[in-house]
């Protein structure tokens, strides 16, 4: 047993590692040990190896290269034949761009087109007018027009005055809180107050022959905000008065609005509850403020920031020095040229005035609104950190005419809806009824800044608003989209020159008609 599982054992081993032949196995069998392989015989093994490898890639390679071929072909049958059919088709079912089914809207390169066109045309109305007047700039005379007579100062004197109803308006609130006179009483007092607030200063204008149109207007123009400031500061403290009365006890801070204070950016909550507010501080801030709307707390920024300041300061200067040069080299010799043709009745002449006054107009009242309403009140709200910075909104996106009219002046709009549009509509009163009314008010406004400061009334700034009731009726009916923001715009261009050479032919009719 021993001998044959020496004998056994290392045929076994070696079965796992080399093929021999017949004769190897005999001569292992018999016990002998196999002689050592030559060279030649150790090539050979080599070589029959290889092919055997060899031959077993070749196969498998086949078999894959079969299967690439099975699985590809299709592919590239359907290649060829998307290919063959895109060199057929060459159109597809689609809008052009500027139709308004293709759902473009990236014309960005055609505002800017527009905007190099409307560069080169204006400079060339602005060449042809150098050329033809000269230079009509003179910074002296628009000295003077404010102070004609330097000795008196009307308009200054004016504005000085209007303390007095700003006092008055403090101290009958100041009675009315705590009780020494009824409501009733008060309200005459305030009713007197704001209706002399609107006479007194159109009397004073009338009356005085140094005071200038442009003074005039000035005047004019803080007596009507102050109009409006005051007649909310009577409101909005008769709405405390009636929430006292009704809980029987003073204003929380429930209805109050914290304010953050002081340049060093730290908040304190100094909240101010009625009759606390009626103070001399409290009551200049609001007359300064850049709002016409009053409450207990307003809004306020953490701190004054001096680089915002500065460039809105710069815009109010040099935005100020265009308008005037643009007045005095473009608008004035516009408006003398076409008083002829008004006075002849030529209406081809006057139509061809109309719009080449149009567009200088239309420039000068687009900077006096950046001028006014970002740069000027922005510049103030910035002075008082006063927060809510919302004088205007998208007018330019006006798709009606009431959309422009609630939102090119903030101000204005507010104070209309507070204390004249909703008040009337929980009345009762209709919504269009309540609109009309409201229009109707802005008509005489517009009459009364202009009509007293030329002392003479044709009431086409009156009629220029209340026709613009009609218009928006128009447009929102008929009009919509594009179209509407189309009739808004004309309604700016055109119809602001109309108005202005109604009234310089008037004007000049009534002051040198009589001499030419």
């Known amino acids: 047993m ?7 054992g290392p045929v076994t081993r070696r079965r796992r590692t080399t093929i021999t032949s017949t004769k190897q196995t005999k001569r292992q069998d018999a016990g002998e040990k196999p002689p050592p392989f030559s060279a030649k015989e150790k090539a050979a093994d080599k070589v029959q190896k290889h092919a055997s490898n060899n031959g077993n ?13 099975l699985t590809n072909s299709p592919k590239k049958q359907r290649s060829a034949v998307e290919d063959i ?5 060459c159109h597809n079912l689609q809008e052009s761009l500027l139709s308004s089914a293709s759902g473009y809207s990236n014309y960005r390169g055609i505002l800017n087109w527009c905007v190099v066109m409307l560069v080169l045309s204006n400079a060339r109305l602005f060449l042809e007018n150098i050329i033809k007047y000269g230079i009509l700039v003179d910074p002296i005379q628009v000295v003077s027009l404010f102070l004609k007579d330097p000795y008196s100062w009307p308009a200054a004197c ?9 006092l008055a308006a403090l101290y009958t609130e100041r009675r009315l809180a705590v009780g020494t006179i009824s409501e009733t009483t008060g309200l005459i007092l305030h009713l007197f107050n704001l209706t002399s607030l609107l006479i007194f200063p159109s009397a004073s204008i009338l009356t005085m022959t140094s005071i200038t149109p442009v ?25 405390c008065r009636e929430i006292r009365q009704a809980k029987a006890k003073r204003m929380t801070r429930s209805y109050s609005c914290p304010i953050v204070a002081q340049s060093n950016g730290s908040a304190v909550n100094t909240n101010v509850s009625y009759p606390g507010n009626l103070t001399h501080r409290d009551m200049y801030y609001f007359i300064f403020a850049p709002t ?12 004054i920031r001096k680089r915002f300041l500065i460039r809105r300061l710069f815009e109010m200067l040099f935005l100020m020095q265009l308008l005037v040069g643009l007045i005095q080299q473009w608008m004035v010799p516009s408006v003398q040229n076409s008083m002829k043709p008004f006075q002849e009745m030529d209406f081809s002449r006057m139509v061809e005035r109309l719009l080449k006054l149009a567009v200088p107009n239309h420039l000068i009242w687009l900077i006096f609104f950046y001028w006014f309403f970002h740069s000027s009140l ?19 996106n006006s798709e009606t005419v009431t959309y422009f ?3 090119w002046n903030i101000p204005v709009h507010k104070w209309c809806l507070r204390h004249f549009y909703k008040p009337m509509l929980r009345k009762g009163v209709n919504k269009f009824l309540a609109q009309t009314a409201v229009f109707l008010a802005s008509a005489f406004f517009h009459e009364y800044l202009v009509s007293v400061p030329l002392k003479m009334f044709r009431l086409w700034a009156f009629m220029g608003m209340m026709a613009q009731v009609p218009l928006a009726l128009f447009v929102s009916r008929f009009l919509n989209g594009n179209y509407g923001n189309a009739a808004v715009w004309i309604s700016l261009i055109i119809g602001q020159p109309i108005a202005v050479l109604m009234y310089v032919h008037d004007y000049y009719v009534i002051h040198y008609g009589s001499t030419t």
């Not at 004016?158 to 700003?166: A, E, K, Q």
């Open 292 to 303: 016409l709307c009053y409450q207990l707390n307003f809004p306020r920024s953490p701190r």
């Open 2 to 8: 021993s001998e044959t599982a020496e004998t056994r």
């Open 85 to 89: 059919n895109d060199r057929l088709r």
């Open 405 to 407: 009219w609630a939102n």
């Open 57 to 69: 890639v070749e196969k498998e390679m086949g078999k894959s290269a079969q299967q690439q071929q």
């Open 215 to 239: 003074g005039g207007v000035l005047s004019l123009g803080t007596y009507t905000v102050l109009f409006l400031k005051l007649y909310s500061y009577m409101d909005s403290n008769k709405w």
């Open 378 to 396: 922005n510049f103030v709200a910035e002075l008082l950190q006063f927060g809510d910075r919302e004088f205007y909104r998208d007018w330019w």
């Open 158 to 166: 004016l504005i000085i005055v209007s303390n007095v109803f700003v």
